[in-house]
């Protein structure tokens, strides 16, 4: 089976750096996604890690140790409008998608 | 705006019917993806369908089907509906099959059901 950890909540400073943890264990692995969802929207794309490292986009950073089960969201330069959930997803082999319970991420003044 | 649109946005039903919910995919996009979303449960993957075949099946209960049509648009149906069927139903569209690649999913504004 797929078990997916991530922090419930987490708060930070606008202009600030915050980074948001996952952890993994699947069956079989295609790949981790990160999506950012804002109350009573649907998700959107983050970002996509298949291979061991950092992918930068932006403020937004993912990282991804296979070897560990283990991914990381970074985001700098916090602004007001980053305030959302943040859902780390693992695909495996066969396609099937499991996400985490997501963040809920707090930006303050 | 995803490009990626779903009927209706707000659903009110009984226990014990029946309900359709459909989506549209952007244009060019192949893959359609069904999730459900509830506050205890999260966001669950419940089938992908690419070009028409199913291509991958996650958490669907055997009361929910679906499918795609030739016209790529997708539909999901629930039956003999139960209160723990309410949930809010997003549908995403990709370009690929997903099984090798990114293949960014958008995601629709999704559809509310409520089952009293």
């Known amino acids: 089976g797929q078990n997916i950890d991530q922090p419930t909540e987490m708060t930070a400073t606008e202009g600030a750096i915050v980074q948001i943890n996952c952890t993994y264990q699947?069956?079989?692995?295609?790949?981790l996604f990160w999506y950012q969802q804002h109350a009573g929207e649907a998700p959107t794309f983050l970002s996509y890690?298949?291979?061991?490292g950092l992918e930068e986009k932006g403020r937004f950073s993912s990282f991804l140790s296979r070897s560990k089960g283990y991914s990381y969201l970074l985001l700098k330069e916090l602004q007001m409008k980053d305030s959302a959930s943040y859902l780390c997803?693992?695909?495996?082999?066969?396609?099937?998608?499991?996400f985490g319970a997501g963040t809920r991420l707090t930006v303050k003044p | 705006d995803s490009g990626v649109t779903q009927t209706p946005k707000h659903l009110i039903t009984a226990t014990g019917q029946r309900v359709t919910l459909r989506c549209s995919p952007r244009?060019?996009?192949?893959?359609v993806y069904w999730y459900q979303q509830s506050l205890d449960q999260g966001l669950q993957f419940l089938i992908q369908?690419?070009?028409?075949?199913?291509?991958a099946k996650g958490n669907i209960l055997e009361r929910f089907s679906a499918q795609q049509f030739p016209d790529l648009h997708s539909e999901l149906n629930l039956s003999s509906l139960e209160l723990g069927d309410s949930a809010l139903y997003f549908c995403?569209?990709?370009?690929?099959?997903?099984?090798?690649?990114?293949?960014?999913?958008?995601f629709g504004p999704g559809t509310r059901l409520t089952v009293t």
């Open positions: 997803a693992v695909r495996a082999v066969n396609n099937d998608m499991r």
């Open positions: 890690n298949v291979l061991d």
């Open positions: 369908y690419y070009n028409g075949e199913e291509r």
């Open positions: 699947t069956s079989g692995f295609n790949g």
């Open positions: 995403a569209s990709s370009v690929g099959d997903g099984l090798a690649g990114s293949y960014e999913q958008y």
């Open positions: 244009s060019g996009d192949l893959s």
